[in-house]
């Protein structure tokens, strides 16, 4: 790099998608206004150096800490590792091409043996201080994470433009403050005015333009009234939101100024705010729901009945689905929603709306029989309770469920989009709510139910040392489902998201050969599409993606003589993480358009006795409808991850009630736009974070790693370093030693536990963001390109959720301690604002 400009890297970084763009000046000066001119000069010749087309061949065989393999780019073939080559790829896309800065990046990456050499001798700036990496951070602030609100995305009715002029503002009490406007709309106006000045929310304004006056004649007694709605002291002057009164006709001002923005937009500039904030939150939230652990149900209200309607699931819950299968393939799940524990939740204070439920099955004569019971339940039966936990944690069957319910409202379905319809005709449908049959189906929702699998091997041991009374067994039928009153029918959906499948699928189960050159399997179909299959084998699936399979169908082909259903060509598109789950797709030659002749005459010949795979398709667009209605009232907390250099650090987290559970301790050190995540961070295995550990070995599909997390947290001690003490629920040697961690901890301050569910994230699908990128780049293409980038360096996503009452159930404490437990902290934090508040007076 041309020296002189080492410190101005990150601006560079910022540049560099916008190095080949026509307006790179005009971009240059903006971002860098405030960078000396001689310097904006050797950042720019840096820039158009790093932007010149590479040819050389990259080989870091024995000079990276990692695998190398083969990676060919363009017909040239390079030897990279794993890091080396997602760099590469990502300095492509920077780039639009193989140039000399993709090359020098590629070859300093974080783990190359040269650049770790040179980071063991002290990295400092020319005045000898320390550089600021994040690792040279103080702990307080290396894992804040800045809020993402996946609701707060707003629908603006028409354009804002930025346009600073002179205007006078008259109170209700004919007092005249002199101000300056930020931004106008036709119905709107922002300005700032001095401090000193009083106004407050709801008073009404009468402004006059008076720079307008002066340059465009306007008429200088006529004011324009306007009702104060928000204002923002936090800066050295007030910002006054205005909304447009219509108190008085006024049409040549309105056309004056609908014509005077639309003539000057592209001048002055649209305000996009609103519009960046939506891509930021619509982003985020498309990398969490598709990874999203936890089963939303969503429950209708009829008088005071409420009864659960509708499920929505992806690919990382559909465990929790599927485990509510009884032997014909009827869904189950209702039994957990019985009307009693739908009543007590409903009525415990919002933030505490939540209970843990034990569950196992019992098959006996071919039919399977759901057993469950709430902890609440077992304390009520204390007979029975050591029975049932330690006869069911014995079982396959076991599981523990967390649920969670939340209030929630119909009219939440339709999120449009950020921008005023008058944009384009495209917009405008994009911006149409759902039809009236959709909304009349959802107009019954009142609550959704949020069920997650927390079950563990640690918990299932510590439920299994309790004495099992074998007499006592009979006595537990009490909490088994009779088969001979089946709960309501709850109808499921799948999320909708970048790989939703485009045809429907239909259970059927019949025997099938898979041959690929010697190897020979078999296994039986769980469902199938015109195109497509899902096989269950009997042995563990050993080859990969992408692999060609000859299948032979040999009981459906006795159904036919037409079709060939015999050695058809399919391509394993997926292989579930245990390898006893393939996902087919047929092939497209002659005998493989026989297969799909045949299964299309068997789906419309059998409508009506097939059944979909968890899919309804009777309503367009209510899966997208449940989506919305869910990122509007999230329950559990989804942090993303990103990684720099071969870091991976907190890149943001999702919105946190103040209501919630973990706010205490995610807003430790933090405020309400950046909460802390340093408890994530802190638990280490082998001298590195367990995040890093984990990420470092999983692919972009697996499903997600599971965590339980024990944490001591005392907000009255100094350092974050002592307020909050981490470990994995595997660092500690028993459960004696589980135990004594949690008394010290509710002894000190409080106990935390975390349910923690991470994966890698995939692509981003930004053709979900088409019309509001588009919409950006057309008045600031950097502005755009800086947001899709952002989108590219997420890395990973963790679902979070608290289990402290599980895990001190489990491990002996009453209700009467975790309750405590809750009231211990915010003690302990009206002591922390007690001293702030004597140090202030001080």
């Known amino acids: 790099m041309t020296t002189g400009i080492e410190q101005y890297q990150e601006l560079i970084e910022q540049l560099k998608p916008v190095v080949k763009e026509p307006a790179f000046n005009q971009i240059l000066s903006q971002v860098a206004a405030n960078v000396p001119r001689p310097k904006r000069f050797l950042i720019k010749m840096e820039l158009k150096r790093q932007a010149k087309p590479c040819q050389r061949r990259i080989d870091l065989r024995g000079s990276v800490d990692g695998d190398c393999h083969a990676y060919e780019h363009e017909g040239i073939t390079h030897y990279l590792d794993d890091i080396a080559q997602e760099m590469f790829e990502r300095q492509v896309r920077c780039f639009g091409g193989y140039t000399i800065g993709v090359y020098e990046a590629v070859c300093n990456t974080e783990n190359n043996f040269r650049v770790m050499h040179s980071k063991d001798q002290p990295d400092t700036d020319v005045l000898g201080t320390e550089s600021d990496s994040p690792q040279s951070l103080p702990l307080e602030v290396r894992y804040l994470a800045p809020v993402v609100d996946f609701s707060g995305v707003r629908q603006r009715r028409e354009e804002r433009m930025n346009f600073v002029v002179s205007v006078e503002l008259f109170t209700e009490l004919k007092e005249s403050v002199h101000a300056t406007s930020i931004d106008i709309s036709v119905s709107g106006l922002k300005v700032k005015a001095p401090k000193r000045y009083l106004f407050k929310p709801g008073e009404r304004i009468t402004v006059h333009f008076r720079g307008l006056e002066l340059d465009y004649g306007l008429n200088r007694g006529e004011g324009v009234h306007y009702l104060l709605t928000d204002i923002d002291r936090s800066r050295e002057e007030q910002r006054l939101s205005l909304k447009r009164l219509y108190d008085q006709e006024q049409k040549a001002f309105d056309e004056f100024l609908e014509k005077f923005i639309q003539g000057n937009k592209r001048r002055y500039k649209v305000n996009m705010d609103n519009t960046i904030d939506a891509i930021v939150a619509k982003g985020y939230e498309q990398y969490y729901i598709p990874h999203f652990t936890s089963l939303p149900v969503y429950i209708s209200q009829h008088e005071d009945d409420l009864q659960p309607q509708y499920l929505l699931f992806n690919d990382c819950n559909r465990d929790i689905y599927q485990y509510w299968l009884d032997e014909d393939n009827n869904l189950r799940l209702g039994y957990l929603f019985g009307h009693q524990r739908l009543q007590k939740l409903r009525e415990l204070a919002p933030g505490q709306r939540e209970m843990t439920v034990f569950v196992f099955s019992h098959v006996t004569q ?31 069957s076991w599981r523990v469920f967390k649920l969670q319910l939340t209030d929630m409202h119909p009219e939440q379905c339709h999120i449009p989009l950020s921008l005023p319809d008058t944009v384009s005709e495209m917009v405008r449908r994009q911006n149409q709510p759902p039809s009236p049959r959709l909304q009349s189906k959802l107009k019954s929702l009142r609550y959704i139910a949020l069920v997650t699998d927390i079950s563990s091997e640690w918990a299932t041991q510590a439920y299994q040392k309790r004495k099992l009374q074998k007499e006592l067994l009979t006595k537990l039928q009490v909490f088994c489902h009779p088969r001979n009153r089946p709960p309501v029918s709850i109808a499921p959906f799948r999320f909708k998201y970048q790989e939703l499948r485009r045809e429907t699928r239909f259970l059927l189960r019949t025997p099938v050969n898979l ?10 179909t769980e469902d199938f599409s015109a195109g497509g299959l899902r096989v269950e084998l009997q042995n563990l699936f050993p080859l990969e993606v992408g692999a060609q399979l000859a299948i032979s169908l040999p009981k459906l082909q ?17 292989v579930s993480a245990d390898r006893n789950i393939v996902h087919l797709m047929l092939g ?6 026989h297969a799909k002749e045949f299964f299309q005459e068997l789906i419309k010949n059998n409508r009506r006795s097939l059944k979909p795979v968890h899919e309804q398709q009777d309503m367009a667009g209510i899966g997208e409808s449940l989506r919305n209605i869910y990122a509007a009232n999230p329950l559990n907390i989804a942090v993303f991850i990103r990684k720099d250099g071969i870091q991976l650090l907190p890149d943001s987290i999702a919105h946190v009630p103040s209501e919630h559970s973990l706010k205490p301790l995610l807003a430790y050190r933090g405020d309400e736009q950046n909460l802390n995540l340093y408890a994530l961070y802190a638990a280490r295995v082998d001298s590195r974070s367990f995040i890093e550990q984990t990420l470092k070995n999983m692919r972009t599909h697996n499903v997600p790693a599971a965590f339980e997390l024990f944490i001591a947290f005392n907000p009255t001690l100094g350092s974050i370093q002592q307020a909050i003490q981490v470990k994995l629920v595997e660092q500690f040697n028993n459960d004696a030693q589980r135990r004594e961690f949690i008394s010290l901890a509710m002894g000190k301050g409080r106990f935390y536990a975390l349910k923690l569910f991470l994966t890698k994230t995939g692509r981003p699908d930004i053709s979900l963001l088409h019309s509001e990128l588009t919409y950006v780049g057309g008045y600031a293409v950097h502005k755009a390109k800086m947001l899709e980038e952002q989108l590219w360096n997420v890395a990973a996503v963790a679902d979070m959720l608290d289990v402290t009452a599980e895990i001190m159930y489990r491990y002996g404490f009453n209700q009467h301690h975790i309750d405590a437990n809750v009231g211990k902290v915010e003690d302990n934090d009206n002591q922390v604002q007690g001293k702030k508040n004597e140090k202030m007076a001080q």
């Not at 399977?368 to 944690?393: R, T, V």
């Not at 690929?516 to 039986?524: A, F, Q, R, S």
């Open 558 to 574: 006795k159904l036919t003589q037409k079709h060939h259903l015999t050695e058809i060509a399919y391509k394993v598109v997926h």
């Open 366 to 396: 071919g039919r399977c029989y759901f057993y469950s019971a709430s902890s609440h339940e077992l304390d009520a039966q204390p007979q029975l309770k050591s029975a049932f936990l330690a006869y069911g944690s014995r079982k396959l």
């Open 588 to 593: 497209d030659s002659s005998r493989e358009m």
């Open 515 to 524: 041959l690929n050159d010697d190897l020979k399997l078999t296994g039986v």
